[in-house]
């Protein structure tokens, strides 16, 4: 079955400092990653798309990795802000069909001061 | 650029009674999506189209109906609400099959069934 897990649930830190969020998925055939911010009250808003080929990607203080072996991912977040509390949604799509896409059901992020 | 509108963005319902869910976008997509948000789980979708005139099932579309009449609007109908009908509703839109084309999202409709 299609899976996307992400990890923690939920992750509270203080203004200033790093983090990590982790997505493991078991979907197959693999065709892209992508994460989206959803601040609270808000749909989701794409971050970035990860490729089969491709390693390791940024945008601005976001940056995300795909190591397609173990097939799993991840989003770091740098000298975190106030701003940056939200969820953040992993997606999967396989190839095939019609939107062919898992979504993850989130970490919830809360950044305080 | 308003891109993805929804409305209402909130409603309450008691169970058994109907409503329609109205989603409009304003960037020329061909492909409109309706989806639900639950605690504790990945967005779910219910019906999806790929052009005026055209509708498909999701995931999840017991309970649903759509109808994507004009190009620029997608509805999402309840028949006769049921309280696991309870959830956020999200509309989204993307120009083509969402592979490597992004989604845009409405910002959500939260529905109570009661």
């Known amino acids: 079955k299609n899976q996307v897990e992400q990890s923690p649930q939920s992750l509270i830190i203080l203004e200033g400092k790093n983090c990590t969020l982790q997505c493991n998925y078991t979907v197959s055939p693999f065709s892209n990653l992508r994460w989206y911010k959803q601040d609270t009250g808000r749909g989701p808003v794409s971050l970035t798309i990860?490729?089969?080929?491709?390693n390791t990607k940024s945008n601005g203080r976001y940056t995300a990795t795909l190591d397609a072996d173990t097939k799993q991912s991840s989003l770091h977040i740098t000298a975190s802000q106030l701003s940056d509390s939200a969820s953040y949604i992993c997606v999967v799509r396989t190839s095939g069909g019609y939107n062919k896409l898992i979504f993850g059901a989130g970490t919830r992020l809360a950044v305080h001061p | 650029n308003a891109g993805v509108t929804q409305t209402p963005k909130f409603r309450v319902l008691k169970t058994g009674q109907s409503m329609t869910l109205l989603c409009a976008q304003d960037?020329?997509?061909?492909?409109m999506y309706w989806y639900r948000q639950d605690p504790g789980m990945g967005l779910r979708l219910i019906h999806y189209?790929?052009?005026?005139?055209?509708?498909a099932k999701g995931e999840v579309p017991d309970g649903y109906n759509v109808s994507r009449l004009k190009k620029q609007n997608f509805l999402l109908g309840l028949e006769s609400a049921a309280p696991s009908q309870t959830s956020v509703y999200f509309c989204a839109s993307s120009y083509l099959a969402s592979g490597a084309n992004v989604l845009t999202f409405g910002a959500g409709s939260r529905l109570t069934v009661l």
């Open positions: 189209s790929v052009g005026e005139g055209t509708t």
């Open positions: 960037m020329n997509h061909e492909y």
């Open positions: 990860m490729t089969f080929s491709e």
